[in-house]
């Protein structure tokens, strides 16, 4: 049973809007989520992260928002650029174990 | 600085087939993953070592087996290929101790088993 949803696998946003992907967790016991971003024939690679003590978390132009009562995390990019087209794929552990729990990804494209 | 490395990129089996898929790291890191991504289920976690000499199973261990080799490789072997295990491997690494986001991956092996 999948822990961890992405239930958009597609995204299509104009250049300089906001792109907002969605997750969704059921596992209570997570506190340590992150965001990913992988690009065709590579690994996915960090984009930023955050503790369930927080509620948002800043990088630049990535925000990432976390909704604890409805185990809800997204992550805001503003301003979209085209280099930003990439599958995005949320994640979660209990701690900073050894034991991460991936969405199914959301391919986001940003149309110039 | 090659980061994570995985041989092969892309390999065929026939049903039954044996292979080994390898990765190595240059960055001293203690702990080394194994994942395999599917079409609609994400990255799932097949085997994991803490430290060398140590493994775990993962989310979806059946059908596989791991080796840490020495620090820097981990290799995962597929004794008995069947097609549900066609998929994208990837190897990561990570400094055990250190935050989640130092979790570094490869560039993956595309598996096909016919």
């Known amino acids: 049973d999948q822990q961890v949803k992405q239930n958009s696998p597609s995204l299509s946003v104009q250049e300089g809007r906001i792109s907002i992907l969605n997750c969704d967790y059921t596992n209570s016991m997570f506190d340590y989520f992150l965001w990913y971003k992988k690009y065709p024939a590579e690994g996915p690679t960090f984009l930023i992260s955050i503790s369930s003590i927080k509620d948002k978390n800043e990088d630049g132009r990535f925000t990432v928002f976390l909704n604890k009562s409805a185990k809800h995390l997204s992550l805001h990019i503003v301003p979209s650029q085209p280099g930003d087209s990439a599958v995005y794929f949320c994640?979660?552990?209990?701690?900073?174990?050894?034991?991460?729990?991936f969405g199914t990804g959301t391919s986001l494209t940003v149309i110039p | 600085n090659a980061g994570v490395t995985q041989t092969p990129k892309f390999q065929v089996l026939k049903t039954g087939q044996s292979m080994t898929l390898q990765c190595a790291q240059d960055m001293n890191h203690n702990s080394m993953y194994w994942y395999r991504q599917d079409p609609g289920m994400g990255l799932r976690l097949i085997y994991y070592s803490a430290s060398e000499g140590t493994t775990d199973k993962g989310e979806v261990p059946n059908g596989y087996n791991v080796s840490r080799l020495n620090k820097r490789e981990f290799s995962l072997r597929l004794e008995s290929a069947a097609p549900s295990q066609t998929s994208v491997y990837f190897c990561?690494?990570?400094?055990?101790?250190?935050?989640?986001?130092?979790?570094?991956f490869g560039p993956g092996t595309r598996l096909l088993v016919l």
């Open positions: 994640a979660a552990s209990v701690g900073t174990g050894n034991q991460f729990y």
């Open positions: 990561a690494s990570r400094e055990t101790g250190r935050s989640v986001e130092t979790q570094y």
